[in-house]
């Protein structure tokens, strides 16, 4: 997700929730200072990784490494946690892939589903029964897939509640669920590969075998997800009662009324429907021109304005440049 | 994500850039992080229809480009990576407004505000680098922990870019007709170099601790906040709220038309 695509509240509170986590997860981590330089290492293999192309048979189509599950597999789901926060950090940075404030929304959507729901929900009850090469397959693609479906559908909530979008939620949600259920099944399969290898060649390097003084509780993970789901409902819900108005108010200001009547039985039927169902207040585009009309003067003085600030910033750097 | 060719050609311009010197360049790393932080929030709350502060709001960050001697068109040429989804809510817009001409406006605000938001991004790192905005989030006590993590994934991933590039390339003299890596070598590839990686941080663990490691890296040179760097942040608090809060380019364009 890039930054234009998420509103300053909606970021707000996924930033809120990345951060819990990220506590949670130092706090975890803070004694084993052996594991950084491997976190740092891991980091930089799967930013590199994930550039590689993995032909999928009979596809025709190629897909990349699930960097969550890997990370999680070897340092386990807090290390892994943090080092998915790290290369999606530099990504966003380096890459421009996302944006400083849209970081909280894709920690969200890739490391944490990736680290704990696919992880430690997922992955880790699978192989616990046995770790056979079909299990590490079984698991590694049952994790992918579902992290990468609850990742595409935050997606397509964070984009709904920022408002930036009028693709319908049904349409919205149709065109992305199928897609990454394509691509979770194929980056299943290649972490698969990698898992496989590591447990025949190196099994003591994978987080599971090693794992013995630090047993995972399921309860107490599934009281801080409860919790986390709260604040989250709550945040999403303070949002949505402080600006009830947001866009009514863009279209009050264009057309000057904020509601329009509409004739025909379709839409009494809908607005019925609507009305007993509805989180969001009715929403219509006014019919008439005036928005390019009040735009035009605004564009004009936006290119008067820019010409002399970019004279200003072109003769700065001239003396600047002299100066040096 | 970039090809490997491309990566590393964007990590080593953009580690080139951050040495050269201009007024930018050489503003207090903490000012300018606020200031992006600062404007990427003003610029996407800008309404989906309001297209002249959107435009309006771009100025800042142009302006800024031209001073620190960065090429706008070439780095926009990087950004392409988030693109098509955005490209993909425009379409949606338009084909599912009610009416087509606010489509087009809400799809350009949107484009308009991508596309800055990841270019006042990319002017915060091409004028820092990563060690400036590392020292930065130490002093604003971030956990040391993801501080160091941050930099030493940033450090090796030089190295390892480099390595998989070395991978790709005895892969494709062996097999130059596959697109990709065959289902058979998926494991054993990407396995062997997982294996090397991790020893060679047992190693980089090893020689950290003979240098007295104890679980933070040290940031020795300090940035203090100078004349410049309050000059900056007076012009640009003055800039932005005049173009975000107040009509003054609709004024301007007013008296024209």
């Known amino acids: 997700m890039a930054d234009g695509l998420v509103t300053p509240a909606v970021a707000g509170v996924m930033y809120a929730a990345s951060t819990a986590a990220a506590i949670y997860s130092i706090r975890k981590i803070k004694s084993e200072d052996k594991k ?33 599950l890997l990370l999680s597999a070897i340092l386990g789901p807090y290390a892994g946690f943090i080092t998915m926060i790290s290369i999606l950090v530099i990504q966003c940075l380096m890459f421009a892939d996302g944006g400083l404030l849209a970081l909280g929304c894709n920690i969200w959507n890739m490391a944490f589903y990736g680290c704990f729901i696919g992880y430690l929900f997922i992955y880790k009850p699978i192989i616990s029964k046995g770790n056979g090469n079909g299990r590490i397959i079984l698991a ?29 939620f049904a349409v919205f949600l149709s065109l992305m669920q199928p897609i990454h259920l394509a ?67 863009s279209i009050e200001r264009v057309t000057g009324v904020t509601d329009i009547d509409r004739d025909g039985k379709i839409y009494k039927k809908a607005d019925d429907i609507q009305s007993k169902l509805a989180v969001l207040p009715d929403y219509a585009l006014p019919d008439n021109d005036s928005a390019i009309g009040t735009s035009l003067s605004g564009i004009v003085g936006c290119t008067v304005v820019m010409v002399i600030c970019i004279g200003g910033a072109l003769a700065v750097r001239k003396i600047s440049k002299r100066k040096a | 994500m970039p090809s490997i060719d491309n990566a590393e050609i964007l990590v080593k311009g953009i580690e080139k850039q951050t040495q050269n010197k201009s007024i930018v360049h050489g503003l207090n790393t903490t000012v300018k992080l606020i200031f992006t932080v600062v404007f990427v929030c003003l610029l996407v709350s800008v309404q989906k ?22 090429p706008i068109l070439k780095t926009l040429k990087k950004i392409w990576i988030v693109l ?44 820092s680098g990563m060690e400036k905005i590392c020292g930065v989030l130490s002093k604003m006590h971030f956990p040391n922990i993801f501080v160091t993590q941050i930099l030493l994934t940033y450090r090796y991933i030089f190295v390892l870019l480099s390595e998989v590039h070395t991978l790709k390339d005895a ?12 289902i058979k070598v998926w494991g054993t590839l990407v396995g062997q170099l997982l294996l090397r990686s991790i020893d060679r941080a047992n190693e980089l663990y090893n020689s950290m601790q003979l240098r007295g490691f104890s679980g933070a890296v040290t940031y020795s040179k300090k940035e203090t906040i100078g004349i410049i760097d309050l000059i900056f942040t007076l012009i640009m608090a003055f800039m932005l709220y005049i173009l975000r809060f107040t009509n003054i380019t609709s004024i301007i364009g007013g008296r024209i038309v």
């Open chain 1, 140 to 168: 590694s693609v049952l994790a992918s897939v579902i992290s990468l479906q609850l990742g595409a559908f935050s997606v397509v909530i964070e984009t709904m509640l920022s408002g930036v979008t009028e693709l319908p």
């Open chain 2, 84 to 127: 098509p989804f955005c490209i993909f809510m425009c379409l949606g817009n338009i084909v599912f407004a009610t009416n087509i001409k606010y489509g087009l406006l809400s799809s350009f605000v949107l484009l308009l505000k991508v596309i800055f938001s990841v270019l006042s991004t990319n002017l915060l790192i091409m004028t």
């Open chain 1, 36 to 68: 950084i330089p491997l976190m740092g290492i891991m980091g930089a293999f799967v930013f590199a990784v994930q550039m590689l192309n993995f032909t999928i048979p009979g596809t025709g189509s190629s897909g990349h490494l699930c960097g969550g």
């Open chain 1, 183 to 249: 691509i979770g099944i194929g980056e299943g399969l290649i972490t698969s590969a990698v898992l496989i290898f590591i447990s025949q060649t190196r099994p003591e390097l994978l987080d599971y075998n090693t794992e013995s003084q630090n047993k995972f509780s399921y309860k107490k993970t599934l009281a801080i997800l409860c919790i986390a789901v709260a604040v989250l409902a709550g945040g999403v819900s303070l949002f949505a009662s402080s600006n009830p108005d947001g866009l009514e108010w």
């Open chain 2, 49 to 70: 229809y309001d297209i002249s502060k959107s435009i309006a709001m771009c100025i800042p960050i142009i302006m800024l480009y031209i001073v620190s001697d960065i």
């Open chain 2, 171 to 182: 892969y494709s003299l062996r097999a130059p007709k596959d697109r990709g890596l065959n």
